[in-house]
DNA sequence: AACCGCTTGTGAACGCAGGAACAAAGTCGC
DNA sequence: GCGACTTTGTTCCTGCGTTCACAAGCGGTT
């Protein structure tokens, strides 16, 4: 079968595509059918032409003089970034952001359910949340195994990050989401997206205070 | 004062800069007193040669031949990314998530701390979470003004953070960092940094199908 | 049926980030 | 004191992402 497409989408456009998915759902359950480029990319925070080019690494959907049709757009983008289908997640670290994190229904709308919750901490053993209930580390690796999850959350404390990641890959985890502040480095073929919310603070900090800085320069 | 250096940082440098921050400082707890460009690469996650490029932006602090002096480095990075000061920080939407934040000890060490905790729901009004009181939403403004502080988070439901975002720039934060899922638009002024869980999860998993799909071309 | 306005899709140019290679500089050994 | 090695700081270059600008195409109107 050929794909008449480049599947190479950059990674940048992905991220976008993922925030249009969520601006397109919102207009249909407003009733809006069609949508202008403009307008989305409004909505979007971002600027036109460069929406119009991240759309058409996906095939053009859209009808020239009217705009897109919302629905057929939100299925084109929700097919190529496989959110039809339902991912099995698993969430390791059940402190504060990780009940967060196995609390918030918005992942189930997009196409991820967790399928297990682990924690060191005895206490938290037996606790239910959003539906599950959390399991000793020991059994990581048998639910991993019996539930075929693909995607791991790290939400534990820094200094076992590291051996978390590494049993979760020696499972068969292949994408990992690490909120944990360290750098991971995981094993070959595993891919590790970190969120650091220190960084995103800092570089907000940063930004603002520079913008002060060329304010005062302007008065001056 | 002629400042020596041009003071445009790449804002992924920045981003950077907060990492070889928390390395640093993990190194010099673990008693390390000079550190080489590759090791502290190795350990960031990024390139040797881009770290360099990266410290050039601040003028250069290491010794050729031996590398660079971790406290000196450290207190370098901080002074530019004014970690040096502590600043006083918002966060509005007490739910799972904003407890999370408001509990996490981290922020602290990088020179943030809350001043200031907000939920609409009268049920949550009271609560202690990390030594704060959490207010109603009515005390926004005067607690912004009061403390003067300069970065909200926003934690609440997607429905109400533009009007959050509102309140908070008008009360006079500059720097938004915004968990909702929705796209703000802030005034003119006002920076909003975006941080939406489900676009990394998704973007995630994109990259993981993706690498299937080569896997499975180089098979064939 | 033909025209006109509106919107998409694409081609080109610009700027930026990332990586590799090289020169400068300092230290260690002899 | 001198040479060789190590490591930084810089420069060049390649590739990518973003933006601007224009041609192509469709619907509505006369």
Redesign the interface.
Known sequence: MIQPRP?T?P?AT??RL??Y???LT?LADGGRTTVSSGELAS???VNPAGLRKDLSHLGSCGVRGVGYEVRALRERIAH????ERS?A?VLVGI???G???A??A??GS???RFVGLFDAAPARVGEEIGGLVVQPMAELEATVTATDA??GVIATPADVAQSVCDRLAAAGV????NFA?????PPP?V?V?P???????????????????RAAEVTA
Chains 1, 2 share one sequence.
Do not use: H
């Open positions: 599947r989408i990674e992905v991220a993922a925030v998915l969520r601006v919102s909505a979007a925070g190529v970034l496989g959110a991912r997640c402190g504060n952001l009940t967060a994190l609390d918030y918005g992942f997009r196409g991820f693909s995607i292949r994408s990992i989401l502040p360290v750098t991971l480095t073929g891919d997206r969120v650091d919310l220190s960084v995103e603070l800092q570089v907000l900090a940063f930004l603002g205070q520079q913008r002060g800085v």
